[in-house]
């Protein structure tokens, strides 16, 4: 087998593996807010990891910060690290002028 025909069939299975994790994780987002819905700040904070992060929803930090202050103020220490640590980042970016 030559160089190319391995490295195709490695992207193939990348592809693959990142098609069913992404499925995997948009269900994750699915029970995670239904359950942040009914003000389970453990899910807030994981679905505003989720945002965070873009896995299995489309990243948007805004989101993440207003999930993390959620489950910040339903008792979730991670929500409140977490939004801690955002906010902080945003204040370097903007001091750098990254948008």
């Not at 989720?50 to 993440?64: E, I, M, P, R, T």
């Not at 202050?69 to 409140?80: F, L, N, T």
Request: charge should be neutral; include cysteine.
């Amino acid at each position: 087998m030559n160089f190319f025909k391995v490295i195709s069939l490695f992207l193939f299975f990348v592809l693959i593996n990142m098609s069913v994790s992404y499925a995997e994780d948009k269900e994750l987002a699915a029970k995670y807010d239904k359950e942040c819905m009914k003000n389970n700040a453990e899910s807030c904070y994981k679905l505003g990891f989720l945002y965070a992060s873009g896995d299995g929803v489309k990243q948007d930090n805004a989101k993440a910060k207003e999930l993390y202050q959620k489950a910040c103020d339903g008792g979730s220490a991670e929500g409140c690290v977490s939004l801690e640590m955002l906010n902080s980042a945003n204040k370097v970016f903007n001091l750098l002028g990254i948008k």
